[in-house]
């Protein structure tokens, strides 16, 4: 019994690490890659990258999160994202965007609302993570411009997923209902 007992505390230990080390990897990466868009001269800016769910999920909370593309002028301001996984599998990621948020370029601001706004991801585990999945999932999206224009969309799925019959292909898919597209795109 005391034998159970010590492979059941070491096999906890092993795993508490694995999970812990998997935590600093995800936070350094996304921090490794706001370091290299400022290297490149954007604007990016987090004031905290935090994970959670040990020891079944990997929770990563990115708060208060900036990012201006100088060659282009646009800029994305998010109050929260979050980056969630299973413990489990690693590679398959969803992001969780807040119900509020701004986008903006050097000719307008819009101001994105949304009851409902994902987008998840699977990749092939190993150096290479070639895309197998990729799902963005909307629901109830409202956009105002400063430029007078709004939009909307009622609910919404796009899909690409890996044809199984050739890696190289991606099969493509949009669906959409009670689309309300902007006046200058109606006109």
Do not use: C
């Not at 929260?80 to 000719?107: G, N, R, W, Y």
């Amino acid at each position: 019994m005391r034998k159970l007992v010590g492979v059941v505390v070491l096999v906890a230990i092993l795993l508490s690490g694995v999970w812990l080390g998997w935590a600093y990897a995800l936070e350094r990466g996304f921090a490794g890659w706001l370091e290299a868009r400022r290297a490149e001269g954007w604007v990016a800016e987090a004031t905290v990258i935090d994970t959670t769910g040990y020891p079944t999920r990997f929770s990563t909370i990115v708060t208060n999160l900036d990012l201006a593309d100088p060659a282009t002028g646009l800029a994305w301001r998010l109050p929260q994202i979050t980056f969630e996984a299973a413990a489990h599998k690693p590679t398959d990621i969803e992001a969780v965007l807040p119900p509020a948020f701004t986008v903006a370029s050097p000719d307008e601001r819009i101001s994105v609302r949304a009851g409902n706004l994902r987008a998840s991801t699977a990749v092939d585990p190993g150096p290479a993570l070639r895309l197998r999945r990729a799902d963005i999932t909307l629901a109830g999206i409202d956009l105002r411009s400063t430029a007078g224009w709004d939009a909307a969309l009622a609910d919404g799925l796009l899909r690409t997923e890996r044809d199984p019959d050739d890696e190289t292909t991606q099969k493509i898919v949009f669906s959409a209902t009670e689309v309300r597209p902007a006046e200058p795109l109606r006109a």
